[in-house]
């Protein structure tokens, strides 16, 4: 079985400051990992995944995360946000054999400063 | 452009009602699943079906069913609601086959329990 942790509920930050949200996770065997996002009023949508291959994956709209199995931890990060970035970010896992289950966090609320 | 639809947005109940959501994709995808949000607690499983009139229980199935009679549609059902069925309930889908598909989400179904 897998498990998620988000470690921080929310996140406050100025707009154009750096971010990182944390997210560890738990698993007896290999595991994909994604991010999604749940913009204010909106169901969540696929923000990056990590399958294989390298461990630092990116998103469209500047963000990125890496892939550590040392730590296994897969935490998000942007070097700049805007306050379009404004949600909740929700980190998952599941395992090769999951069949399609997908185990979420409890979630991550950031919210940008001007 | 991909789709799930949810048959309502906020939804007001009675304790005791029988209550039915109903979710409906475009993408002729074969799985799909129930989840309900809570603050703090993220998305849990409630249901999951793999095809036709196929129907898996996830984490939290007390005090639901669901139902699958076209592939497009997948219902759930509050046989008798209580209020601690009070929360926000999102339906999913993503394709057959590898477990690290992207599922795709409705926009939610905010429902009360009075």
């Known amino acids: 079985a897998q498990s998620v942790t988000q470690l921080d509920s929310q996140v406050p930050v100025f707009e154009e400051a750096p971010v990182e949200l944390r997210c560890n996770y738990s698993?007896?065997?290999?595991?994909?990992l994604f991010w999604y996002v749940q913009y204010p009023n909106q169901g969540l949508q696929l923000l990056l995944k990590?399958?294989?291959?390298?461990?630092l994956v990116e998103s469209i709209n500047g963000f990125e995360a890496e892939f550590n199995k040392s730590q296994t931890s897969f935490h998000l990060r942007k070097p700049s946000v805007h306050i379009s970035d404004t949600a909740e970010y929700f980190c998952?896992?599941?395992?090769?054999?999951?069949?399609?289950?997908?185990?979420f966090g409890s979630g991550t609320r950031l919210s940008i400063r001007p | 452009d991909v789709k799930v639809t949810q048959s309502s947005r906020y939804l007001v109940k009675r304790t005791g009602e029988k209550v039915f959501l109903e979710c409906v994709q475009d993408?002729?995808?074969?799985?799909m699943f129930w989840y309900r949000q809570d603050p703090g607690l993220g998305l849990r499983l409630i249901y999951f079906?793999?095809?036709?009139?196929?129907?898996e229980k996830g984490d939290i199935p007390e005090g639901y069913s669901v139902s699958r009679e076209k592939k497009e549609r997948f219902s759930l059902i509050l046989e008798s609601a209580s209020t601690n069925q009070t929360s926000m309930y999102l339906c999913?889908?993503?394709?057959?086959?590898?477990?690290?598909?992207?599922?795709?989400f409705g926009p939610g179904t905010r429902l009360t329990v009075l």
């Open positions: 698993s007896s065997v290999s595991v994909y």
């Open positions: 998952a896992v599941t395992g090769y054999s999951s069949a399609s289950k997908i185990i």
């Open positions: 993408m002729d995808h074969e799985n």
């Open positions: 999913a889908s993503s394709p057959g086959g590898e477990t690290y598909n992207e599922q795709f």
């Open positions: 079906s793999y095809d036709v009139k196929m129907k």
């Open positions: 990590y399958l294989s291959g390298s461990t």
